[in-house]
């Protein structure tokens, strides 16, 4: 699979790069012309139908089955980027290079993606902070989340505590039954209140740019119908090493997760070869609830990796 190469005109000015620093996150409207989503979506219903290969979780459309039967099934599909030449592709996005450049330093390497659906209906995620599922050692996690279609309070967009990146601190955790959610847990006992909060609507093209440690959350798609399509690929600084699912008897000072993909500069630690360890799989709706019950729960849990509770694996 190839990266992009095009060089579109995308050039973000100090001020912005300082925006990210101050606020934690950053719109960069039009990053993706209409033909690039346009081809975004129509890989999402591919992936969804089950025609780039395996993804756990997804049963392989019946050809009678209409996009919209099969796209309302899935709230979420992690690592799209592994069976889709699209998805990779786009990883490397020259907006996404730019700010990327800009705003963690020369080198960048990529370790997640993951394709919301959210038709109307489904759930959002409950606050929380990235950095708590991908732990970096230099806090240069940032997230770029690709509207693919206009994201709007009424079908859920991103709501984020501008500023809540900055002391570095990683609120506690836990568990939760609340419907308006997926069951991904939650932070919580933090010095914000939901009034901190603003809404980041944005039309499909735009991509939000969040840092690791900004506490952010969405709400279920509440339109009569239709979806908040969005990819969202995770970054850091390709320097640091990525202590992230450990092996057994792993040491965290010196792990290294290599199911990387270096999207700009150099890659420091080439000598230690890539692996092959995500896989493309459906990430659990919680549509019929997160109780504890452990049959419930641990159903609930297979095949989650990424962004679910540490625990949890
Ligand atoms: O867009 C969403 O619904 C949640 C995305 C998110 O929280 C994330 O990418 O970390």
Known sequence: MTLATTTAPVNI???EVAFYHENGYLVVENAFSPEEVAELRAETTAICRGDRGDVRGVVPADPNESDDDVLR?????HFPHKLSDVMFKYLAHPAMVDVLTKVIGPNVKCMQSMLFIKAAGKPGQAWHQDEDFIPTRDRSLAGGWIALDDATVENGCLWVIPGSHKRGILWPQRDHDDREFDCTIESFNFPYTDEDSIPVEVKAGAIVFFNGYLLHRSLRNRAESGYRRVLVNHYMNADSLLPWRLKPGERAAIAD???????AGED???????????SAHVRPSGEGGCAKDPAKT???MAGMSAMMPPKMG
């Open 73 to 77: 099934q899935y709230l979420c599909i």
């Open 298 to 300: 641990s159903e609930a």
């Open 13 to 15: 000015t100090p001020e």
């Open 268 to 278: 420091i630690y080439n000598y230690k070869g890539i692996e092959e360890i995500s």
């Open 257 to 263: 997760f290599r199911d990387i993909v270096i999207i």
